[in-house]
């Protein structure tokens, strides 16, 4: 699946550029086009758009339409993250590297992932 716009047009990339602006200073995207390729590379493996695959890891109380994490969406999409890591056949070092890479992306959209769930 090929992405519909640039990868950094998505809002949920904004949102982490932001967050690791914030953090870090300087612009971490752009220092380390890794970070980018890494999920470009992981959207084409699931076949969702970065604010895809946020949308897929919240879910709307019936109740009171008000927004939560899904416990059970969250542990799907490390699931799809192991399995994309596997895929590309990085170990070691870099395999660890693309791992935290795609988490940041998550934890700064909100999601609380850790690599103890990878």
Request: proline content about 3%; glycine content about 10%; aromatic content about 10%.
């Amino acid at each position: 699946m090929a992405l519909e716009r640039p990868i950094e047009q998505y809002e949920s990339v904004a949102t982490w550029a932001h967050g690791l602006r914030e953090q870090w200073g300087g612009d971490p995207l752009a220092e380390e086009p890794e970070k980018l390729a890494g999920l470009t590379a992981f959207c084409e493996f699931d076949g969702r758009n970065p604010d895809e695959l946020l949308a897929f890891c919240f879910l709307r109380r019936k109740e009171t339409g008000v927004r939560f994490a899904s416990v059970k969406r969250r542990e799907a999409m490390a699931e799809q993250l192991r399995a994309f890591r596997t895929a590309s056949g990085l170990s070691g070092t870099e395999g660890r590297r693309l791992t935290s890479n795609l988490l940041s992306f998550f934890i700064h959209n909100g999601i609380q992932m850790h690599t103890g769930m990878l």
